[in-house]
């Protein structure tokens, strides 16, 4: 072995060595560092509409048609996520329909309060025969206006040796400013 490729070993070697020294440098989490507020933030609050509430439709595919008319089962979930950094939004209204627009199911029993930042999930299991129409009514609001939450459903399947997974965004039909 050349002399330059030595001294880049022992370089290396010692590099290596003082990284693992075995001494751990991190601090423990502070409570202020687990603190957030929207005001540390470079962008100011400009230009994005808000709102009070809205009701939103969103599909969800169950049962989705494959070979043959045969259907492709899947579960499937709606994730509604308060995105607004600074006030709550509450959950008033949580329907699922069927295919034909029959009411399968009220997901809630009083409203749901999300805080800034939070989320919450609602599941409709596999079993489900909904149909490929199946829909739900979501509706929120706020005491003040605030940024639209980022509601999505997500279909999944992981029965097979391959999975298979997709979201579908909901369109709003009504609002409140």
């Known amino acids: 072995m050349d002399y330059t490729k030595r001294i880049l070993l022992i370089i290396f070697l010692i590099t290596a060595l003082i990284s693992c020294s075995g001494k751990d440098k991190s601090q423990p989490v502070k409570a202020n560092d687990t603190e957030f507020s929207s005001d540390s933030l470079t962008l100011a609050d400009t230009g994005v509409e808000k709102f009070k509430g809205q009701v939103l439709y969103m599909p969800i595919y169950s049962n989705i048609p494959c070979k043959d008319k045969a259907f492709f089962d899947l579960s499937a979930f709606i994730a509604i996520h308060n995105t607004d ?24 029993d009083k409203e749901q309060i999300l805080s800034p930042l939070s989320a919450t999930t609602f599941f409709v299991p596999k079993n489900d025969k909904s149909g490929t129409g199946a829909n739900f009514i979501v509706e929120w609001i706020s005491d003040l206006p605030v940024t639209e939450p980022l509601i999505e459903s997500v279909m999944v399947s992981c029965d097979t040796n391959y999975g298979i997974s997709f979201l579908s965004m909901g369109k709003v039909i009504r609002t409140l400013k």
Do not use: C, E
């Open 85 to 108: 950094m600074s006030h709550s939004i509450k959950v008033t209204k949580v329907f699922y329909f069927d295919n034909n627009g029959k009411l399968v199911k009220n997901f809630l």
